[in-house]
């Protein structure tokens, strides 16, 4: 079973601050199958990102993603004080089907 | 618009069952696959299983097996998930989200918005 391990644990940055959030698979996984989410004390999970790096309806552009194989990040360009949230990755393995989360990022705005 | 209403949340006794309701709108039931996650107080996402509302298929999370049942009635839209043999450490806030039906890209676009089960002696 695929692991995805999250780091850091917290980032705490000033508005406009870049956030660089990092997600590593314990083995190879296919792009296709990495996404993202954020979410806010209180509510559901807000999908962001699909495809490693395709950003889902209505998200904004300051949010990117990249990355293959094992390591993928999540960027925040220019950090806006509602972008405080925790950032969670999630991969889906087909044999057998199973979806897996990392521990998820915590970014607090300073 | 496209929504996932799921019912109130409930108090349950250790050993007992629970089912929750995830009701979808404004959008084709049985195009979507319907997940149930869970988050315990103060933790991280975790995926339970899925059902194929069109063909009733389901998967579930090997540490729910046996445990963990998922149902759909496509004449109300509706998916449900009963977990039975509740402990305290069942107590969390359950999501339901749809994905669609696909081989290629795979993401949770549309969540519920949470119901909360508390299993308290």
């Known amino acids: 079973e695929i692991v995805l391990t999250q780091s850091p644990g917290t980032l705490s940055l000033s508005p406009g601050e870049r956030a660089t959030l990092s997600c590593r698979a314990s083995q190879s996984v296919g792009s296709s199958s990495l996404a993202w989410y954020q979410q806010k004390p209180g509510q559901a999970p807000r999908f962001l990102i699909y495809?490693?790096?395709s950003r889902a309806t209505g998200i904004p552009d300051r949010f990117s993603g990249s990355g293959s194989g094992t390591d993928f990040t999540l960027t925040i360009s220019r950090l806006e004080p509602e972008d405080s949230a925790v950032y969670y990755c999630?991969?889906?393995?087909?044999?057998?089907?199973?979806?897996?989360f990392g521990q998820g990022t915590r970014v607090e705005i300073k | 618009q496209v929504q996932l209403v799921q019912s109130g949340g409930e108090v349950k006794k250790p050993g007992a069952s629970v089912k929750v309701s995830c009701k979808a709108s404004?959008?084709?039931?049985?195009?979507?696959?319907i997940h149930w996650v869970r988050q315990a107080p103060g933790q991280g996402l975790e995926w339970m299983g899925w059902?194929?509302?069109?063909?009733?298929?389901?998967d579930y999370a090997q540490r729910f097996q046996g445990r963990v049942t998922m149902t759909r009635d496509t004449s109300m839209s509706t998916a449900y998930v009963e977990l039975s043999r509740l402990r305290s450490d069942d107590t969390a806030v359950y999501f339901c989200?749809?994905?669609?039906?696909?081989?290629?890209?795979?993401?949770?676009?549309?969540w519920g918005k949470g119901t909360t089960i508390t299993v308290s002696s």
């Open positions: 999630q991969h889906y393995g087909s044999s057998p089907p199973t979806w897996t």
């Open positions: 059902i194929n509302p069109n063909s009733g298929a389901t």
């Open positions: 404004g959008y084709t039931f049985t195009g979507y696959y």
């Open positions: 495809g490693s790096s």
């Open positions: 989200a749809r994905s669609r039906i696909t081989n290629y890209y795979y993401f949770m676009d549309v």
